[in-house]
């Protein structure tokens, strides 16, 4: 039965991947290029384990795409500043607590990404309207039926399966090709 178990999770997780949406994940890679180029700020946000695929891409961006290079990529990871969260957290609500770090640093043009399994976390929509309004491009990652974040995004990739872990892997994914197609190139130029 367990290797049932496991055997029937990576065959689940198969069928997604063969349904990846490339042109979404081309879109998203010239967007965090174009930011690169213009010295744009990229800011990343999620909850929970979308909370740590937001902290794991702004550490492989920042120091896995041009470790080497002296020009370097300006990616922030707005759930990783505890003391912040909280306050904005206890003093307003945790509908707030990434919008109103975006009220600090948010410039036209910089790229404002949004994680969310379920696409409906309320503190990610209300950064990710915000940065819209703002002028920022907004990049949305969810997944099941992509939610009101995938509406909302200008770029949405949609992990389309029923199932947080798996969609969980799919962004974990999508990180990881970013941070080699960046590095790859970066490292073309030099």
């Given at each position: 039965?367990?290797?049932?178990?496991?055997?029937?999770?990576?065959?689940?997780?198969?069928v997604?991947?063969?349904?990846?949406?490339h042109?979404?994940?081309?879109?998203?890679?010239?967007?965090?290029?174009?930011?690169y180029d213009?010295?744009?700020q990229?800011?990343?946000?999620?909850?929970?384990?979308s909370?740590?695929?937001?902290s794991?891409?702004?550490?492989?961006?920042n120091k896995?795409?041009?470790?080497?290079l002296?020009?370097?990529?300006?990616?922030?990871?707005?759930n990783?500043?505890?003391?912040t969260?909280?306050?904005?957290?206890?003093?307003?609500?945790?509908?707030?607590?990434?919008?109103?770090?975006?009220?600090?640093?948010?410039?036209?043009?910089?790229?404002?990404?949004?994680?969310?399994g379920?696409g409906?976390?309320?503190?990610?929509?209300?950064?990710?309207?915000?940065?819209?309004?703002?002028?920022?491009?907004?990049?949305?990652?969810?997944g099941?039926?992509?939610?009101?974040?995938a509406?909302?995004?200008?770029?949405?990739?949609?992990?389309?399966?029923?199932?947080?872990?798996?969609?969980?892997?799919?962004?974990?994914?999508?990180?990881?090709?970013?941070?080699?197609y960046?590095?790859?190139?970066?490292?073309?130029?030099a």
């Amino acid at each position: 039965m367990k290797q049932n178990f496991s055997l029937d999770y990576l065959n689940q997780l198969k069928v997604i991947l063969d349904a990846f949406p490339h042109e979404q994940f081309e879109e998203i890679a010239k967007a965090l290029m174009a930011a690169y180029d213009e010295e744009r700020q990229i800011f990343i946000m999620g909850n929970g384990g979308s909370g740590s695929t937001a902290s794991h891409f702004a550490c492989d961006v920042n120091k896995g795409c041009c470790l080497e290079l002296e020009k370097k990529f300006k990616v922030v990871c707005l759930n990783d500043n505890m003391p912040t969260i909280l306050a904005y957290a206890n003093d307003l609500s945790y509908s707030e607590i990434f919008v109103e770090q975006l009220k600090n640093f948010l410039r036209h043009r910089d790229v404002v990404i949004g994680i969310s399994g379920s696409g409906n976390s309320e503190n990610v929509l209300r950064a990710i309207s915000y940065a819209r309004e703002k002028g920022a491009k907004t990049i949305g990652l969810s997944g099941f039926s992509g939610g009101k974040l995938a509406k909302i995004a200008d770029i949405p990739f949609v992990a389309a399966i029923n199932d947080m872990q798996k969609v969980e892997d799919v962004h974990m994914i999508v990180v990881h090709i970013l941070m080699q197609y960046l590095y790859k190139a970066l490292n073309k130029r030099a």
